[in-house]
C-alpha cells in the first residue's frame, strides 16, 4: 500500500476588504448603484457589498443611474487601506452623494490554541 502525504497550506495573513454599505433614501424604489474601485466598475443594490482588493491606495466612486436624468448621487473618495484592513465606507444617496469613511474594523487573529 502507497502512503500519500497531504499538506493544507493556509494564508497567515487576513484579506485586505473593502466593505461598502449603500443606501437610497427613498425606500421600495429600485434603483441601480454603481461603485467604481480604481476605473473599475460593480453594479449593485442598497445593502452590503464586501469587495477583496488590494493594500494600497484606492479611488472609488459611487452614484446611481435614473431612468431620466442619468448620474445621480454622485460621491468620490480616495482612501489607503493597510494590508489585512477591512475599511467600511458607507454611501447614501439622492440628489447628492455622501460617503463616509468609518475606521478600519479590528481584525481576529488566534492568540493561544487550547490543545
Known sequence: MDRARVEIVTSADPPTVLELRTS????FVPVT???????????????THRLDVTPGDHHIEIWYRHGMYGRRG???ITITIAPGEHRVLRWTGFMKGTIIDGAPLPTARVVDRAR
Open 24 to 27: 437610497f433614501l427613498i425606500p
Open 33 to 47: 448603484v454603481v461603485v467604481t474601485v480604481d476605473g473599475r466598475e460593480y453594479v449593485a443594490r442598497s445593502g
Open 74 to 76: 454622485e460621491a468620490s
